[in-house]
């Protein structure tokens, strides 16, 4: 079974940095993009970004070009999204997904990572 | 950035009732739109690829329709535990942005 599962909740507070991961399982990580979207409370869902681990490349959403850092390490089936200096504002529901070649929806996603920053 | 905008933002139905949600694209996208389904506490589940394609699993009272910049997705017979809220995702180009989402009250 296809499954993406990412790191737990954090608090932590503004100015600090952090990583959260999405481990893949049940597939070939490195074939397939994953993406990345962000839910604040209450709001709707927001396209972050996307890695193809097998090479790293990487495409950013305007409104999160420079906030973000995404990568990659396929030797681990792992996808990560960084911050270098948080702000209360970045509080939000994380989530991970997978995107299939065919019609490039996003399929399965993980459950979810929520960030606090207070 | 191509624009899609949702409606309604919220909508209460009955159970069996037909329920219709529209979902219009600033651009033409041909049929490069997905729905997801999202419960509360939970992470968006893929119904529709495709922009009529029915994603394997999924209940067939659920449908979609539309290409280039008008889209539905439709419930036939709405059921209980089809309280979610449903987005739209336009995957013509990046950024591959979102519908702000229809919230369905039973």
């Known amino acids: 079974e296809v499954q993406l599962e990412q790191s737990g909740a954090q608090v932590k507070k503004p100015g600090e940095s952090l990583k959260i991961s999405c481990k893949g399982y049940?597939?070939?990580?490195?074939?397939?993009?994953i993406g990345w979207v962000r839910q604040t409370p209450g709001k709707g869902l927001e396209w972050m970004g996307i890695?193809?681990?097998?090479?790293?490349?990487?495409r950013y959403s305007p409104s999160f070009q420079g906030q973000v850092t995404i990568s990659a390490d396929k030797s681990i089936s792992t996808a990560y999204l960084q911050w270098r200096s948080l702000k209360a504002s970045d509080s939000a529901m994380y989530y991970c997904?997978?995107?299939?070649?065919?019609?490039?929806?996003?399929?399965?996603w993980g459950q979810g990572t929520l960030v606090t920053v207070s | 950035d191509i624009q899609l905008t949702q409606s309604p933002s919220f909508l209460s139905s009955s159970v069996g009732d037909k329920v219709t949600i529209t979902c219009r694209a600033s651009?033409?996208?041909?049929?490069?739109l997905a729905w997801y389904q999202q419960k509360p506490g939970k992470a968006p589940k893929l119904l529709i690829y495709?922009?009529?394609t029915l994603q394997s699993g999924v209940p067939s009272r659920f449908g979609g329709s539309g290409s280039g910049t008008e889209f539905t997705l439709t419930i036939s017979s709405l059921q209980p535990e089809d309280l979610a809220t449903y987005y739209c995702?336009?995957?013509?180009?990046?950024?591959?942005?979102f519908g702000g989402g229809t919230k369905v009250e039973i």
């Open positions: 495709g922009a009529s």
């Open positions: 049940g597939y070939s990580f490195a074939s397939y993009w």
């Open positions: 997904a997978r995107r299939e070649d065919s019609s490039w929806h996003f399929d399965p």
């Open positions: 651009q033409g996208i041909s049929t490069n």
């Open positions: 995702q336009q995957l013509n180009s990046y950024p591959l942005t």
């Open positions: 890695i193809y681990p097998g090479d790293s490349d990487t």
